[in-house]
């Protein structure tokens, strides 16, 4: 029987794990060396997540709600795209701190030390952590993309991050920025969190120092200075299109969930929801069984039937998505201006924000509104503008 379980890390999926699990009678000991902490990168939630999740609309806690973002990429302009279901921005600390106040109001334990090591004992483990030793039926992981634990939790080749960094600027704006650039899987943003912006770049297969040098010039381009500014750099995962079929996600007697499982959107990049929605899954996974012997199996169907298989999709679709051509132009760029001038290409836009979305309908949606997208940025703009003359004309 599973009657104590140890939380390795106090993120948004350790916490909600532990919330989980306490309210339902197990004894729960959460282990984080710094429980609530700042983190400056993004850290918006979208529909998806608050309308799963009402309490993450529907509290006290300061936030920023976010109704418009701007796109923009090389030759193509910018398009705003206005969000009738807000972006939901909080500090990455005080969202921390209300996750941990719940799971400790529903009783789990909250320990403020590191988790150094995890052994068997018996049927169960042991931990060896900073202040001491504890012991506990069964451990959920949620240590993050650096995991420490080496043995346990996803494993990340350099195929399957992404590096991000940025800074924490002191100042305010209404909206997102997201700005394509030319040949990078990745994007740079620009998000208003409660008393700063964050102002960031992420890629995939770019070394670190030259996602630093686009990052400053466009800063530079913009007039947002570095003066001051606070520098943030972290690894996400972002796990290659093979990678996610053979994911080790759980074993005998643990689950990994959040960073720590790799669970992040391929192409947005987007974690938080990923995070909150596997602490939730391995909750039920290990509430739905009397052992230790069946829950890492049921995590894996789950997490398979409710997003896996749609973030694996994506994976297949990053590289087009960033890098690929459309109409004799980069995508990005045609997605701009497609968004600038087609009513239902935005439509499309803002429910992939939204997380209504999903990339495995993607491309069925896209082919049935390319007619009606056309002949509205036609109307728009003029069709030759957007359109190569040998294609607007008719074949004979």
């Known amino acids: 029987m599973i009657r104590?379980?140890?939380?390795?890390?106090?993120?948004?999926?350790?916490?909600?794990?532990?919330?989980?699990?306490?309210s339902a009678g197990l004894a729960v000991q959460l282990f984080d060396e710094k429980l609530a902490w700042e983190k400056p990168c993004g850290g918006g939630?979208?529909?998806?997540?608050?309308?799963?999740?009402?309490?993450?609309?529907?509290?006290?806690?300061?936030k920023r709600l976010v109704t418009e973002t701007t796109l923009g990429a090389s030759g193509g302009g910018q398009a705003r795209l206005k969000l009738?279901?807000?972006?939901?921005?909080?500090?990455?600390?005080?969202?921390?701190?209300?996750?941990?106040?719940?799971?400790?109001?529903?009783?789990?334990?909250?320990?403020?030390?590191?988790?150094?090591?995890?052994?068997?004992?018996?049927?169960?483990?042991r931990l060896r952590t900073s202040a001491g030793t504890a012991e506990a039926d069964y451990c959920v992981l949620a240590t993050g993309a650096r995991n420490s634990l080496r043995d346990f939790g996803t494993q990340l080749h350099p195929r399957d991050t992404m590096a991000a960094l940025g800074y924490y600027v002191d100042g305010d704006r209404e909206n997102i920025d997201i700005q394509f650039l030319d040949g990078l899987e990745g994007y740079i943003w620009v998000f208003p969190r409660c008393g700063h912006l964050s102002v960031g770049i992420c890629g995939k297969g770019v070394p670190a120092f030259e996602l630093r040098k686009r990052l400053d010039l466009y800063m530079n381009e913009r007039g947002i200075s570095t003066a001051g500014a606070r520098f943030y750099s972290h690894l996400l995962p972002c796990l290659d299109k093979g990678s996610w079929r053979h994911n080790r996600v759980a074993g005998d007697g643990w689950m990994a969930v959040g960073d720590a499982a790799g669970l992040v959107d391929p192409i947005t990049g987007e974690g938080i929801y990923y995070a909150i929605r596997s602490g939730d899954l391995a909750a039920q996974a290990l509430l739905a069984e009397s052992s230790a012997a069946e829950p890492a199996a049921q995590y894996r169907r789950l997490l398979r039937r409710d997003f896996t298989a749609d973030l694996e999709?994506?994976?297949?679709?990053?590289?087009?998505?960033?890098?690929?051509?459309?109409?004799?132009?980069?995508?990005?760029?045609?997605?701009?201006?497609?968004?600038?001038?087609?009513?239902?290409?935005?439509?499309?836009?803002?429910?992939?924000?939204?997380?209504?979305?999903?990339?495995?309908?993607l491309k069925r949606r896209l082919l049935s509104n390319l007619n009606g997208s056309l002949y509205e940025i036609g109307m728009n703009l003029g069709f030759s503008r957007v359109v190569p003359w040998r294609f607007s004309q008719p074949r004979l």
């Open 45 to 62: 939630l979208t529909f998806k997540a608050y309308h799963q999740y009402p309490f993450l609309l529907h509290n006290a806690t300061p």
């Open 4 to 22: 104590r379980v140890a939380i390795l890390g106090g993120g948004p999926a350790g916490s909600f794990a532990a919330a989980q699990l306490a």
């Open 84 to 125: 009738h279901d807000p972006l939901v921005i909080y500090s990455r600390l005080d969202l921390n701190r209300m996750l941990l106040d719940r799971a400790e109001r529903a009783g789990a334990q909250l320990e403020k030390t590191r988790v150094l090591e995890m052994s068997r004992a018996g049927s169960g483990w």
């Open 313 to 361: 999709f994506g994976a297949r679709l990053a590289k087009r998505v960033f890098q690929g051509r459309f109409l004799c132009a980069p995508l990005p760029r045609r997605m701009v201006e497609f968004t600038r001038h087609s009513p239902r290409f935005a439509a499309v836009m803002e429910d992939l924000f939204a997380g209504r979305q999903p990339y495995t309908g």
